[in-house]
């Protein structure tokens, strides 16, 4: 069973505050999405890194690619409220073309 | 460009009832994929579609099963309810199948089951 760990779980931080949320597997992945999730709202796609070692920015967010394809982090950079909510990270499986979806870290961002 | 449409909203059924939900992908787009969002197990594949037919299923015992029609549009069927099926049924359709594209979520069904 292929598995997709994230952490932290949970992240309560101060608005301006810097975080890296990590998304760790054994398995490797031919890309790999990160989406954000809002009470009552489905995910909404952030980013897709293929390349191992990509960096792609997108504001104050900074995804990271491992270099083995593997694993991927997220850092965000002066933390404001409206970051607030759920980051999946998926993963899509070679082969099977399926996604693997992380479990989850749930971020709040106090003002 | 109109998102992703799920109905409905919320849906409160008990044990042993049959359920059938809606998804309604974004115009264009022929891939339709249903997923299962519980608070313990996150989110899991269900299966997904493509021009009708089933490209991909996930680990669900028979009980879960899906169509799709000519008009891309999608339905999931879960037949003898339990209340382990309570969850936030999430729809997501994309351009191409296999990953090609990426994926675009309704704000999914709630279902509870009594």
């Known amino acids: 069973t292929q598995l997709l760990e994230q952490s932290p779980q949970f992240l309560s931080i101060q608005e301006g505050e810097n975080l890296t949320v990590y998304c760790n597997s054994s398995s490797v992945f031919s890309s790999l999405q990160w989406y954000r999730q809002e009470p009552g709202e489905g995910p909404v796609l952030l980013v897709t890194v293929v390349t191992g070692g990509e960096v792609k920015k997108l504001k104050r967010l900074t995804f990271q690619f491992g270099d083995a394809r593997k694993d991927s982090s997220l850092h965000i950079t002066a933390a404001q409220p409206g970051d607030t909510g759920l980051y999946l990270c998926?993963?899509?499986?070679?082969?099977?073309?399926?996604?693997?979806f992380g479990t989850g870290t749930r971020l709040k961002v106090l003002a | 460009k109109a998102g992703v449409t799920q109905t409905p909203r919320y849906l409160i059924k008990t044990r042993g009832q049959q359920v059938t939900l809606s998804c309604s992908p974004i115009?264009?787009?022929?891939?339709v994929s249903w997923y299962q969002q519980t608070p313990g197990q996150g989110l899991q594949f269900l299966f997904e579609?493509?021009?009708?037919?089933?490209?991909n299923k996930g680990n669900f015992p028979g009980r879960f099963s899906g169509r799709q029609f000519s008009n891309s549009r999608s339905e999931m069927n879960v037949s003898t309810l339990e209340l382990g099926d309570s969850a936030l049924y999430l729809c997501a359709s994309s351009l191409m199948s296999r990953g090609n594209s990426p994926l675009h979520f309704g704000n999914g069904t709630r279902l509870t089951v009594t």
């Open positions: 579609y493509f021009s009708e037919t089933q490209r």
């Open positions: 115009s264009g787009h022929r891939s």
């Open positions: 998926a993963g899509l499986t070679s082969g099977t073309y399926k996604y693997i």
